[in-house]
């Protein structure tokens, strides 16, 4: 609907003097005029003059033209429907396409009365007439966040209330009661509220990563409901080989079980352990009864090896940081104390080595020779010219073989690795700690995580550096840093800041290089089922400069060797690939593409894993709904009463939103009154040219 105003600038009086001048000047030119006409096209001409002068004399007014639209929106009903597999796992398919036609006939009923109907799943909004399109396979249920998505996209609008059809079970996101939403909610209760007997694997804890050759362990969490008096028996099998076998001995109509295991690692890589509990008679569901664990299977652990001349307390404090790291494994050996361990380890840390009495130099020849990863830390008894010559990261010249004390502080500059935290505030609360007094040379690939702050001087000295050209080395040039983790914990009841520090320089030093010019690898580890596995792939020229246009492809194999094959060419774009569909279990993988006129290839595994959190609840919670309907002034309804909430939404009165838009246009500026000033002067033109005057 549209409405049309008329404004003025000026007042609405003069349109009286536009009318005296049309007159006018119509009437000096025509009245008693001696003419060759007629006297009525003297007159016709007279208006015309009239007319197109009026006109002209009325635009000069600058008149304003209102335009009022006027637009009705319907009250919207929103159905919200949960088609999550907790409702297919109990509804049969008869009872899902029995209550998908009766929200049919309600959405048409309503479009009826006046009312817009539309339908929410958990993900995606579906057209009203494509109702029989929806499948209840959502493998998570989050009321919350569809409600609240609700709540966003009707901001504004006629939304008259919101039916929420589920069976009021959520296993992700926010309880839906702790929030009032800003609209009516009608809540309709779908699946089974009675508890019958089941068996249900709840979950499953143990450890992701464990060492060939060790026993890690595996806890199953098991909930009974309805098999008082019986045994139930839970076994774990690997490549179809039987690992562990147990009877439980049910006690109480409802039991909680948390049965640990104890697992060998026997073969290296990713391992599939499927744990499963033996189907019983009457089970509501046997898709909760077996679940998997992935464990990544590596063949040892990262070997660190602590040297010193004497004990020292910096030792037992980078010791304690490492222990954390379950990945690690750490010996000491002290001169004198300790007999020198005769194996090859991953990285050294070499505390106040080279000393003064020129011991271990039968260590330094090894780790210089065969470049092994070293972190050298600094005391009163070092050797500083026997350190200038062994380490290739900083040059330390004493002044007068005095010392400093120096307190930490954060190079923002340092680029090696990051930090989980900002660790600045807590480097501020550390002690001093005793440093050569000495000016420091650092060579251009040196990166320094930590400079020597003197007082409240912020210097370009180092305190803890490391860097890697032929061979990864760390400095740290003072000691006494047990002091620092001994303040943090005082302080802050934490060494977390301490620790982080202490063991990203050893994963700094630990990390191997891959200098390969051509990789593949999955984005993570691990993926679910129904999402998609997502392959990165990386080229490089002969002088590591990154390449795209690489024609690659791709082999996957599953654990039966059922391959499939794939190929794609990269390019600067996008640099990845996605495969779907992929059944859960462990899969190895293989790439080959021609980089720099050479055959290259990369390989490895990765899992992907069945989202199950959908089949471990399925007994139908209507109190929640009872409660959600109360809280926002809604009512609840079971779902063979839809009948009931028809009746209730088809006989209220449906109140339309007007909505209306104002806009304002200069008169002078439509066109079709400049053409109809000239089609009226045209006219006078032509009349008086045709009856012969000028």
């Known amino acids: 609907m549209q409405q049309v105003d008329l404004l003025f600038e000026t007042s609405p009086w003069f349109i009286l003097l536009c009318l005296i001048a049309g007159v006018l000047y119509a009437g000096i030119i025509y009245y008693k005029s001696r003419t060759p006409w007629t ?50 796992e109990v509804e049969s398919p008869e009872s899902r396409e029995n209550l998908l036609n009766n929200l049919k006939q309600i959405t048409a009923n309503l479009e009826e009365h006046d009312y817009h109907a539309e339908i929410r799943t958990f993900n995606q909004k579906i057209p009203s007439n494509y109702i029989d399109s929806i499948d209840f396979n959502s493998n998570h249920s989050d009321l919350y966040e569809l409600l609240n998505d609700i709540q966003n996209d009707y901001e504004s609008r006629n939304l008259a209330e919101v039916v929420l059809l589920s069976d009021g079970i959520y296993n992700r996101g926010n309880n839906p009661l702790y929030q009032h939403f800003n609209f009516k909610i009608n809540t309709v209760g779908l699946g089974d509220t009675t508890q019958k007997p089941d068996l249900i694997l709840n979950n499953l804890v143990y450890n992701k990563i464990a060492y060939q050759g060790n026993k890690f362990p595996l806890v199953a969490e098991v909930f009974s409901t309805g098999y008082e008096g019986k045994n139930i028996e839970i076994e774990i099998r690997n490549k179809g080989q039987l690992v562990d076998h147990r009877k439980l001995e049910v006690t109480h109509a409802n039991q909680f079980f948390e049965e640990h295991f104890l697992i060998e690692a026997k073969e290296k890589g990713y391992q599939q352990y499927k744990v499963s509990l033996k189907n019983m008679d009457d089970e509501l569901s046997y898709v909760n009864n077996q679940k998997d664990a992935f464990v990544d299977v590596i063949e040892g652990k990262e070997k ?27 010996k ?66 004493l002044i007068n073989n005095q010392a400093d004390n120096v307190f930490p502080y954060f190079n923002k500059s340092f680029s090696s690795f990051l930090l989980e935290k900002e660790v600045q ?51 740290l040039v003072g000691n006494g840093t047990w002091q620092w983790r001994l303040s943090e914990f005082g302080q802050d ?71 499939n094959g794939y190929q794609y060419i990269t390019s600067e774009a996008n ?7 992929l059944h859960p279990g462990v899969y190895r993988y293989d790439a080959t593409s021609n980089v720099n006129g050479i055959n290259e290839h990369s390989d490895g595994t990765f899992v992907v894993k069945k989202m199950q959190i959908e089949q471990t609840r399925l007994r139908a919670d209507h109190q929640l709904l009872r409660n959600l309907a109360k809280e926002n002034d809604g009512n609840f309804y079971l779902d063979n009463n839809l009948g009931d909430l ?29 053409f109809l000033i000239l089609f009226l002067f045209s006219i006078e033109w032509f009349l008086r040219k045709y009856h012969g005057s000028y």
């Open 575 to 581: 640099s990845r690939y996605a495969i779907n569909n």
């Open 304 to 330: 660190i090896l602590i040297a010193a001349p004497f004990p020292h307390p910096d030792i037992k404090a980078i010791r304690s940081a490492l222990s954390k790291n379950k990945n690690y494994e750490v």
């Open 425 to 475: 505030p807590v480097l501020r609360k550390y002690p001093p700690v005793s440093v050569p007094f000495a000016n420091y040379t650092l060579k251009s690939f040196a990166d320094m995580l930590l400079a020597q702050r003197v007082g409240s001087i912020e210097t370009n000295k180092p305190l803890l550096l490391m860097g890697a050209q032929d061979q990864k080395e760390a400095v």
């Open 332 to 397: 000491t050996y002290i001169e004198g104390i300790d007999k020198m361990p005769d194996e090859k380890f991953d990285v050294y840390v070499l505390h106040q080595i080279p000393n003064k009495r020129n011991t271990h130099q039968q260590l330094l020849n090894k780790i210089k020779s065969e470049r092994l990863p070293v972190w050298y830390i600094l005391g009163p008894l070092s050797n500083i010219p026997n350190f200038n010559a062994v380490n290739d990261i900083v040059n330390v010249q």
């Open 39 to 88: 006297p009525w096209t003297n007159i016709i001409l007279a208006l015309l003059r009239f007319t197109f002068v009026f006109l002209i004399c009325f635009l000069l007014l600058g008149p304003l033209v209102r335009q009022i639209f006027n637009s009705y929106e319907k009250p919207i009903v929103v159905f919200a429907l949960d088609n999550s597999e907790s409702i297919s």
């Open 646 to 674: 028809s009746t209730e939404l088809s006989t209220q009165k449906a109140q339309s939103i007007i909505h209306s838009q104002e806009d304002f246009l200069n008169i002078i500026n439509i066109k079709w009154l400049f």
């Open 493 to 563: 009841e934490s060494t977390d800041t301490y620790d982080e520090i202490i063991t990203k320089t050893i994963q700094f030093l630990s990390a191997k290089d891959d200098k390969r010019k051509f990789k593949v690898y999955p984005i993570k580890p691990e993926f679910f089922d129904n999402e998609s596995v997502v392959f990165e792939t990386e080229a490089y020229n002969n002088i590591y400069e990154r390449i795209y246009g690489q024609e690659v492809t791709l082999t996957i194999k599953d654990e039966n060797d059922e391959t």
